[in-house]
């Protein structure tokens, strides 16, 4: 069964920082994996989608990275402003599955 | 309307209660899906439609049932809830193209905020 680990749980920069948030799977069959972001008591907003033949997506300040065989993927977010905050969540989909890990919530501070 | 609405955005209903969620999409998608979000707990996929097929998580209990009468409209009835199944129920839809049935960026809606007493 995939399970799915985001590190750190929460995080707290000052603005204008660059940070990288972590996310593990344990089964490298995947198709590919996503970064969602979710702002608070809504819905969820697509990111980045990496298919597994892919090793990085990029738009605007985000950069995701993935190593399949090693199982592991990374968000860098650039220059991090105040409305960053949000929780980011990851999400590998296997053929019939979807996993999504508990997210690693961001707090950006002027 | 854009995008993918649900409707109630609120819902407190007693264990003995039969409700239902609906989820639309003016997206032209072809699949949908429904999403649980607990407190504290992953976001759990809960239910499929996809290219005319519907796939199911089997944890899910019989209590919960999905109806997709078309490719824009999605339900989840509900029938005697329990407490732990207050939840935040996410809807989202994509456009699959059968390569793996997630293979699309799903769009979610706002869901809606479920509360069991």
């Known amino acids: 069964k995939q399970e799915v680990t985001q590190i750190p749980a929460a995080l707290s920069v000052p603005e204008g920082e660059n940070l990288v948030l972590n996310c593990s799977f344990t089964d490298s069959a995947i198709y590919n994996l996503q970064w969602f972001r979710q702002d608070p008591g809504k819905g969820l907003t697509s990111l980045l989608l990496?298919?597994?033949?892919?090793r990085e997506q990029t738009s605007g300040r985000l950069n995701a990275s993935l190593d399949k065989s090693s199982g592991r993927s990374t968000l860098y977010i650039a220059a991090s402003q105040p409305g960053d905050s949000a929780t980011y969540l990851c999400?590998?989909?296997?053929?019939?599955?979807?996993?999504f890990g508990k997210g690693t919530m961001l707090l950006v501070s002027p | 309307e854009t995008g993918v609405t649900q409707t109630p955005r609120h819902l407190v209903m007693g264990m003995t209660n039969k409700k239902s969620l609906k989820c639309e999409q003016h997206?032209?998608?072809?699949?949908m899906y429904w999403y649980k979000q607990s407190a504290k707990k992953p976001l759990e996929l809960m239910f499929v439609y996809s290219l005319e097929e519907r796939v199911e998580n089997n944890s899910v209990p019989s209590r919960f049932s999905p109806e997709c009468p078309n490719s824009s409209h999605l339900f989840l009835h509900l029938h005697t809830l329990q407490p732990e199944d207050s939840a935040l129920y996410l809807c989202?839809?994509?456009?699959?193209?059968?390569?793996?049935?997630?293979?699309?960026?799903?769009?979610f809606g706002p869901g809606t905020r479920l509360t069991v007493l």
């Open positions: 989202a839809s994509s456009q699959a193209s059968g390569q793996g049935r997630f293979s699309d960026t799903q769009y």
């Open positions: 999400a590998v989909q296997g053929y019939s599955t979807l996993t």
């Open positions: 990496i298919q597994s033949s892919q």
């Open positions: 997206l032209g998608h072809n699949a």
